[in-house]
T-cell receptor
Framework: DGGITQSPKYLFRKEGQNVTLSCEQNLNHDAMYWYRQDPGQGLRLIYYSQIVNDFQKGDIAEGYSVSREKKESFPLTVTSAQKNPTAFYLC???????????FGSGTRLTVV | QKEVEQNSGPLSVPEGAIASLNCTYSDRGSQSFFWYRQYSGKSPELIMFIYSNGDKEDGRFTAQLNKASQYVSLLIRDSQPSDSATYLCAVMKGFQKLVFGTGTRLLVSP
């Protein structure tokens, strides 16, 4: 089955720790995206990538980093510089010219 | 002014009624508009997209676009309790990325 796989589903981070969220797609989509969703809020764009080895900052990139070494993979690292990382993180992808995104099932990150 | 605005709700309708969800956007040059449904704790799923002024129908769902008024709406006919969810309006920006509203929570009572 084609789709987007995010892992882990739940993640707990200690203060001052970096964590990496995984996003893998087998849809052969060109573009990939990371969004953050806080309770009662819409989705806010963190980073996106249109092609391999290239990515752009979204609206709330501070405290996050990404890489796009393979078309299929777009991992997100939440660094210790992100002061309020507790949120629901969504990865999405689309092929150029397509209608809308396909979303992964999300990772819920909690700071403990 | 937010780029995409929605009333947070909740919008409560009885089963079988028509639910009307509204969205306004600020960028007059926007070309593509999307409605996503999101159940609690789940990821969004695409319901409808619309590019041209007027109505677009798909089953019980109708998307309406009025570019002059910068207004997009979603009508759900014969609403079912399973339609209870948050509905996110999204607008494509620069042909590259979607900008989302905060969503409208819909409650359909049996």
């Amino acid at each position: 089955d084609g789709g987007i796989t995010q892992s882990p589903k739940y993640l707990f981070r200690k203060e001052g720790q970096n964590v990496t969220l995984s996003c893998e797609q087998n849809l052969n989509h060109d573009a990939m995206y990371w969004y953050r969703q806080d309770p009662g809020q819409g989705l806010r764009l963190i980073y996106y990538s249109q092609i391999v080895n290239d990515f752009q900052k979204g609206d709330i990139a501070e405290g996050y980093s990404v890489s796009r070494e393979k078309k299929e993979s777009f991992p997100l690292t939440v660094t210790s510089a992100q002061k309020n990382p507790t949120a629901f993180y969504l990865c999405a992808s689309r092929t150029h010219g397509a209608d809308g995104y396909t979303f992964g099932s999300g990772t819920r990150l909690t700071v403990v | 002014q937010k780029e995409v605005e929605q009333n947070s709700g909740p919008l409560s309708v009885p089963e079988g009624a028509i639910a009307s969800l509204n969205c306004t956007y600020s960028d007059r040059g926007s070309q593509s508009f999307f409605w996503y449904r999101q159940y609690s704790g789940k990821s969004p799923e695409l319901i409808m997209f619309i590019y041209s002024n007027g109505d677009k129908e798909d089953g019980r769902f109708t998307a309406q676009l009025n570019k002059a008024s910068q207004y997009v709406s979603l009508l759900i006919r014969d609403s079912q309790p399973s339609d209870s969810a948050t509905y996110l309006c999204a607008v494509m920006k620069g042909f590259q990325k979607l900008v989302f509203g905060t969503g409208t929570r819909l409650l359909v009572s049996p």
